[in-house]
C-alpha cells in the first residue's frame, strides 16, 4: 500500500493491511486505517468481526502475520507490548484485567510505574531526585486522574470489593496513569446501567477534549448511542475486513453497513434500551 | 452560667457578621486556620487573611459586577470553601445570601432564584451552570451566573456566566481603583438589615422565604453558646446542607464568634471517612445522620466475629444500664462505673472512633423527632448526644437539652433571653432576638406567623414538670386514633426506624378503625442480609415484595406494637416498592414525610389497606434529578401483624 505523505504527518496511528489468522480461521484480513491526532475513532461490527483482534495487533498482544503497524511515525510492529506503553499506548480491557486483590490507590500506581526511573537502591534510600520523582508521581495520580474520574470515595478499597461499574473506572485510571497519548478502549460501556455509561461517555470526552489531556482515543463499543454520539470517525468491520469507514453519520446511511451489520436503521440505537 | 464571659462578645444593633468576620480577620491573620478543605487527599489550610482576601475580592467582583445593598445572591453546591466565600462576600457588599439544596430539581431552583429576585447564581460546577442556564429565561431578573470549579466547563461560552476567578479579578482591579470601598461597604451594614433569605422546605406549601438579620443570627449563635461553649480551637466538620438552617447557625452564626476551624470533606461521598480523620468537638445533624450510624454499627455487629458481637452485646448492656442512670439522674454503683470503663477501654472507644465521635463533646440533633432507642444508644455508647428544637424563622434553635439534664422524650429548655409558651391550643410559641423579620413577599404567610412578637410554631407539644418542652408533633399531622386518643404518628415511625431494615415509615390511621404502615426497607442492610440468606433479587422493587422480606419487617413492628396502647398498634402493612424521594416531592429536602402529599399519592394504597385486600396495584413513576420520568408498575402484598394480647 503508497503511504500518503501528508496524511502519514497528520496521523498519530496507522494500521496498514494487517492480517492474522489463528489455525484456519482469517480473523482479520488486510485492514488499514488511520487515526488522526486528537480524535476518538470507533471501530464496530458484530460479534467476531475482529475488533479485539485489532486492538491486540495495535497494543502488542498479537503479532499481525501481515501488514504494518506506525506509531507516530515509527514502525511499532515489531515492539514488545510494555515499549508500546512507554511509548503512550494504553488501552483498557472488554474483561476487567485490574488486580483484584490491591487497592484502586495500588492499581493506579501501578499504570504509572513505567515511567518511574529510580532504581531499588535509589529508591531504599529516598533522597533528593527519587522523592520528588515520587511526590511528582502522587500529584499527578491525586490531581489528574481522581479528581477527573471522581474516585475520591474508593481510593483506599480493595478493587475485588467494588461494583463492577467502579471497577471499570479504576481501569480507565489506570491505564490514564500511563499519561497515554493513544488510549484503546475495549468495550468500555459493557455490562454498565444507563448512568454509568452516561459518566463513562462524559469521562471519555474529558479525556479527549480536556486541554490537559488531549488523547486520542480508539474506541471498541457495541453501545451505537454512545459510539454516534462521541465518535469523530468510525471504521466497520465485518468478517475480519473494514466494509465502510467515515463520520457516524455516512456510516449510518452506507447501505452495505446496515445490511451487514445493523440490520435496519431502527436497530441502530437499539442496544440504548 | 458555664460559659466564658472574656470571651463573649457584645452584640449591639450596629454590630454585622461583616464587621465581626473582619475583627477576627485582624485577630487571627495568618497566625490561625479559618477553614480547611481535603482536595487531592489531603487537608488544605486556608487562614483567616487567606479567607480575607478572597472574601474581599469577590465582595468587589460582584460590586463591579452589579450587585447593591440589598441585592440578593443565590447559591448552590457542596459544601466547600468557596461556598462560604461568596455567601460572606454577598453580605459584605450589603446583599443578601439565598441558599439552594445542591440536589434542588429544575422548577425548585427556578421557583427560588425568580421569587427572591435573585441577581446573581453562585454554582459549583457544571450541573450548577446546566441548572442555571436552564432557568434563565423564566428568571429575567437574573444578571450572571457564576462558577469555580472548571472541570467539564470548556465548552461554555454564554455571556452570562463567569468564573469566580474572573470575578475576583475585576474586584482586585476596583479595589486598585477604590482602594478602602470593602471597609466602607462593610461599615455601611446595620445589624437589623436582612443578611439571609432562607427558604424553608415546607412539607405542604411552595417554599416560604424568612428574611433574617445580622442581629437574629449573631443572637442565635451566642445564646447557643452560652450553653454550650466553643473554642477557637475547635474542629467543626460542615457537611450538612449550607440551606439547612442547622449548618449556618454553626457555620456563620456561632465559627464567626468563637473563630474555629471549618473543615470541608473532599466530596459528598467522602464525608463520614473525612469526619473520623477531623474528630470534630461538636456537631449539629439530623435525626437521619444520626440514625444511619446506629444502622452502620448494626450491620457490622451482624457482620462480626462471634467472640466481638458477644463483647459487642456486653458492653451496649452495660452501657445501657449506665445510660439508664444518667437519664434517671441517679448516680451508677462502683460496679457499674468499673464495668462501663472496661467496656469503654474494650468497645466503645473504637466504635466511637469509627464514627468519627472519638474528640464529641455535644453532639446535637434536631429538625425532625429521633425515637428514644437511638437516644439511648448514643449515650450509652458516651456520646452526649442533645435534643434542640427550633425553626428557621427563628434563626435555628430555641430550646436545647443541658449537660446533665438530658431527657429522651423531651427537647430540654429554652436557651437564655428566649421565652417559650404553649397556647390554649397546644401551640408552641417562642420569642427572642433571633425571631425572623417575616415572609418574603408574603404578608398573610407572615400574619399567620408572628403575632406581637411571637413565633407561632405550628407544632403541638407541652412543659412538663421540670420545665422541659416536650414537641408532640406538627400540629396538622396529628392523629386522633379509633378510640378518640391523640396519637403522634411521628413518633410511631422514628421507633420503627430503630429496625436496620426499615429506612422510612409512614404511619395511617387518622379518624380510621385501625393502625397500617408503609415502610421502605433499606435497600443496602436488606440487601445484604438478602445475599447472606441467599435469597435471589435483582432490584428494589423486587426485594421489597419476598415474603422472606415482609417475615423480616414484621418482627420490628411486633416489638415496637408490644410497648403501644392497642389502638395505636399497626394492625397490616405493605412495603412500598420505592424509597420515598425528595425528587418526587413525598420527603422535603430535609427528609421530612410530606403527609398530606403522599396520602393523596398513594391514595389506591391507602384504600387497600381498610379494605380486606391482599395485593394492591401501582400505575406510577418515577422522577430522576435530571427530569426524566420513567413509568412504574408494581404490585405490593399486604399483610397482616400479628396481634398479641392487649395491655
Known sequence: MGQDVELESESQLTVDGISISFGGVQAIYNVSFQVKKGEIFSIIGPNGAGKTVTLNCINGLYKPDRGRILFQGHDITHWAPYKRAEAGLARTFQKIELFSGMTVLDNIRLGRHVHLKSGILASSFYLGKTAREEIESRKFIEEEIIDLLEIEHIRHKVVGMLPYGLQKRVELARALALNPKVLLLDEPMAGLNLEEVEDMARFILDINEEERWKVTCILVEHDMGVVMDISDRVAVLNFGQKIAEGKPSEVQQNPEVIRAYLGDVEDLYATRR | ?647
Request: proline share 5%; hydrophobic share 40%.
Open chain 2, 1 to 647: 452560667m458555664p460559659h466564658d464571659a472574656e470571651a463573649e462578645i457584645e452584640i449591639t444593633k450596629e454590630l454585622t457578621l461583616p464587621k465581626l468576620f473582619l475583627r477576627m480577620c485582624q485577630k487571627y491573620g495568618s497566625k490561625k486556620v479559618a477553614m480547611r478543605e481535603k482536595e487531592y487527599g489531603i487537608w488544605r489550610p486556608i487562614t483567616w487573611a487567606d479567607y480575607l482576601e478572597n472574601v474581599k475580592t469577590l465582595c468587589l467582583g460582584m460590586v463591579a459586577l452589579g450587585l447593591q445593598r440589598g441585592d440578593k445572591v443565590a447559591m448552590i453546591g457542596d459544601n466547600r470553601p468557596e461556598g462560604l466565600f461568596a455567601e460572606m462576600a454577598a453580605m459584605c457588599a450589603g446583599g443578601v445570601g439565598v441558599w439552594l439544596f445542591q440536589d434542588s430539581l429544575l422548577e425548585e431552583v427556578q421557583y427560588i432564584v425568580d421569587h427572591s429576585d435573585a441577581k446573581f447564581l453562585v454554582g459549583e460546577g457544571q450541573e450548577e451552570v446546566d441548572k442555571g442556564l436552564a432557568i434563565r429565561e423564566r428568571c429575567p431578573k437574573l444578571l450572571k451566573i457564576l462558577w469555580d470549579d472548571p472541570k467539564g466547563m470548556r465548552g461554555y461560552d454564554d455571556p452570562i456566566l463567569m468564573s469566580l476567578k474572573e470575578v475576583q479579578r475585576l474586584g482586585r482591579e476596583l479595589e486598585k481603583q477604590k482602594p478602602g470601598l470593602f471597609e466602607e461597604l462593610v461599615a455601611q451594614g446595620k445589624g437589623d438589615d436582612v443578611c439571609l433569605l432562607f427558604y424553608t422546605s415546607g412539607t405542604t406549601a411552595l417554599p416560604k422565604g424568612a428574611l433574617l438579620t445580622h442581629y437574629n443570627m449573631l443572637k442565635m449563635g451566642q445564646n447557643l453558646m452560652r450553653v454550650d461553649p466553643c473554642y477557637p480551637h475547635d474542629d467543626f466538620v460542615s457537611y450538612l446542607p449550607f440551606a439547612w438552617i442547622g449548618e449556618q447557625m454553626m457555620s456563620i452564626s456561632a465559627g464567626l464568634q468563637v473563630g474555629f476551624t471549618i473543615n470541608f470533606p473532599e466530596e459528598p461521598e467522602t464525608a463520614q471517612e473525612n469526619i473520623r480523620e477531623i474528630g470534630p468537638q461538636t456537631m449539629f445533624a439530623p435525626p437521619r445522620i444520626y440514625e444511619q450510624m446506629v444502622r452502620t454499627v448494626q450491620v457490622k455487629h451482624l457482620d462480626a466475629s462471634w467472640l466481638k458481637r458477644k463483647l459487642h452485646e456486653w458492653a451496649m448492656k452495660t452501657g445501657y444500664a449506665w445510660a439508664d442512670c444518667l437519664f434517671e439522674k441517679r448516680p451508677a454503683g462502683l460496679f457499674l462505673r468499673s464495668k462501663r470503663l472496661l467496656a469503654e477501654w474494650l468497645v466503645f472507644k473504637k466504635l466511637k472512633d469509627h464514627l468519627g465521635l472519638s474528640r464529641i463533646r455535644h453532639a446535637y440533633t434536631g429538625g425532625a423527632a429521633m425515637g428514644p432507642d437511638h437516644f439511648r444508644f448514643f449515650h450509652a455508647i458516651g456520646v452526649n448526644l442533645k435534643q434542640i428544637y427550633g425553626q428557621t424563622e427563628i434563626a435555628g434553635i430555641s430550646v436545647l437539652h443541658r449537660d446533665g439534664d438530658v431527657k429522651f422524650d423531651t427537647v430540654g429548655k429554652p436557651l437564655p433571653e428566649t421565652e417559650v409558651k404553649v397556647t390554649e391550643e397546644d401551640e408552641i410559641i417562642s420569642r427572642s432576638p433571633s425571631v425572623f423579620l417575616g415572609y418574603y413577599k408574603n404578608p398573610e404567610a407572615t400574619a399567620k406567623t408572628l403575632k406581637d412578637g411571637w413565633l407561632y410554631s405550628g407544632d403541638t407539644g407541652f412543659i412538663d414538670e421540670d420545665g422541659h418542652l416536650v414537641v408532640f408533633d406538627r400540629s396538622k399531622d396529628i392523629m386522633i386514633l379509633s378510640d378518640g386518643r391523640k396519637f403522634s404518628p411521628q413518633f410511631l415511625e422514628a421507633r420503627l426506624k430503630f429496625s436496620p431494615y426499615i429506612r422510612e415509615a409512614w404511619v395511617i390511621g387518622h379518624q380510621l378503625p385501625y393502625m397500617t404502615a408503609v415502610i421502605c426497607i433499606d435497600y443496602a442492610t436488606v440487601g445484604k442480609w438478602a445475599e447472606q440468606k441467599g435469597i435471589p433479587y435483582t432490584s428494589y422493587p423486587e426485594l421489597s415484595q419476598k415474603p422472606e422480606v415482609y417475615d423480616l419487617i414484621v418482627k420490628p413492628i411486633m416489638e415496637v406494637n408490644r410497648t403501644l396502647p392497642v389502638p395505636a398498634r399497626i394492625q397490616k402493612f405493605l412495603n412500598l416498592y420505592k424509597e420515598l424521594d425528595a425528587d418526587d416531592e413525598e420527603l422535603t429536602r430535609t427528609r421530612k414525610l410530606r403527609r398530606a402529599f403522599v396520602e393523596e399519592r398513594y391514595k389506591d394504597i391507602v384504600q387497600a389497606l381498610y379494605t380486606d385486600a391482599e395485593t394492591v396495584h401501582m400505575d406510577t413513576s418515577i422522577k430522576y434529578e435530571d427530569g426524566r420520568v420513567v413509568p412504574i408498575k408494581a404490585d405490593m402484598r399486604i399483610l397482616r401483624v400479628p396481634q398479641e394480647g392487649g395491655r
